[in-house]
């Protein structure tokens, strides 16, 4: 499905730095927490602007993308849920993938958006990008810098996590 820009947890992101051992005491599981905790952050200060846009245009929407298979979480998202000791959504793997998600209720998601796979918060379909175009400049950028913060925060768990993966010393306890 389109997105709102490239998927920032995909297309061979990669650790640049390779930390020394004695780094990983903060970057390892405390780092992981604390930028797991940044993600849950970021989503929720989005949530109100991303509830304004959707109340605009998902009502009349005859292609809603709330399908099963939008609503299992990813890899990435058991390690998010892992550092916040979180429980995951169930993923229901015998549901067909295209029938409606399990969450979605009359009203919406019953999921708060921070324990929404986050697909369910970075996918922006066309007319959710032409809602977007209709914002206010001023509204517009702050959501787009929004955006942008939490992308990297997003890159920033995964790296974060494939670096404990990566140290022999440090058995990945969020392994996948
Ligand atoms: S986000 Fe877009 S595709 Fe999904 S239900 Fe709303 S309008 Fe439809
Ligand atoms: S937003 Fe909620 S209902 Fe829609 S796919 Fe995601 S988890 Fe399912």
């Given at each position: 499905?389109?997105?709102?820009?490239?998927?920032?947890?995909?297309?061979?992101?990669?650790?640049?730095?390779?930390?020394?051992?004695?780094?990983?005491?903060h970057?390892?599981?405390?780092?992981?927490?604390?930028?797991?905790?940044?993600?849950?952050r970021?989503?929720?200060?989005?949530?109100?602007?991303?509830?304004?846009?959707?109340?605009r245009?998902?009502?009349?929407?005859?292609?809603?993308?709330?399908?099963?298979?939008?609503?299992?979480?990813?890899a990435?998202?058991?390690?998010?849920?892992?550092?916040?000791?979180?429980?995951?959504?169930?993923?229901?793997?015998?549901?067909?993938?295209?029938?409606?998600?399990?969450?979605?209720?009359?009203?919406?998601?019953?999921?708060?958006?921070?324990?929404?796979?986050?697909?369910?918060?970075?996918?922006?379909?066309?007319?959710?990008?032409?809602?977007?175009?209709?914002?206010?400049?001023?509204?517009?950028?702050?959501?787009?810098?929004?955006?942008?913060?939490l992308?990297?925060?997003?890159?920033?768990?995964?790296?974060?996590?494939?670096?404990?993966?990566?140290?022999?010393?440090?058995p990945?306890?969020?392994?996948?």
């Amino acid at each position: 499905m389109p997105g709102y820009g490239a998927n920032p947890v995909s297309g061979g992101n990669s650790v640049s730095h390779e930390p020394h051992v004695e780094d990983r005491g903060h970057s390892g599981l405390e780092g992981l927490r604390e930028v797991a905790e940044e993600n849950r952050r970021l989503i929720e200060s989005l949530d109100v602007h991303m509830e304004a846009l959707t109340r605009r245009v998902c009502p009349t929407c005859r292609d809603v993308c709330c399908i099963s298979r939008h609503g299992r979480p990813a890899a990435d998202d058991l390690v998010y849920y892992k550092a916040l000791n979180l429980v995951p959504p169930p993923s229901e793997p015998d549901r067909p993938d295209t029938s409606p998600c399990h969450q979605l209720g009359a009203s919406g998601c019953r999921l708060p958006r921070a324990e929404r796979p986050y697909r369910c918060t970075w996918y922006f379909c066309t007319p959710l990008i032409e809602a977007l175009d209709r914002l206010p400049a001023r509204q517009a950028r702050v959501l787009d810098a929004q955006l942008s913060r939490l992308s990297s925060a997003r890159i920033r768990l995964v790296e974060t996590h494939a670096a404990i993966e990566a140290d022999p010393l440090h058995p990945d306890p969020y392994g996948r």
